[in-house]
Nanobody
Framework: QVQLVESGGGLVQAGGSLRLSCAAS????????MGWFRQAPGKEREVVVA????????YSADSVKGRFTISRDNGKNTLYLQMNGLKPEDTAVYYC?????????????????????WGQGTQVTVSS
């Protein structure tokens, strides 16, 4: 069993920055692919960024390329999302997710149904 807890959300002005954290407990996640998803009002949950368990391969949605960066600190059992140049359309609840350990250290997963564990989410609101 893995528990995930997001933190760092809040209200910011357009152009501002936030760093989200996802603290994992119950198991070490060093060999678990991870991802950040978001769900805006009236929309389906969508992938934002994802990272392989090796940390050497990442994926970014077109809407956030060049602005958002995913990283992980296996020593702290924590996943991060650095968000720069925030836009009003980034407003959503952001969720951290983890997939059970996989054999391939370079694999990245972007599908909601491919993940096994989810946090409760943290609200990010960007005002114009």
């Amino acid at each position: 069993q893995v528990q995930l807890v997001e933190s760092g959300g809040g209200l910011v002005q357009a152009g501002g920055s936030l760093r989200l954290s996802c603290a994992a407990s119950g198991r070490t996640i060093s060999s678990y692919p991870m991802g950040w998803f978001r769900q805006a009002p009236g929309k389906e949950r969508e992938v934002v960024v994802a990272i392989s368990w090796s940390g050497g391969n990442t994926y970014s949605a077109d809407s956030v390329k060049g602005r958002f960066t995913i990283s992980r600190d296996n020593g702290k059992n924590t996943l991060y999302l650095q968000m720069n140049g925030l836009k009003p359309e980034d407003t959503a609840v952001y969720y951290c997710a983890a997939k059970d350990r996989t054999y391939y250290s370079w694999s990245v997963y972007a599908g909601i149904n491919e993940y096994d564990y989810w946090g409760q989410g943290t609200q990010v609101t960007v005002s114009s």
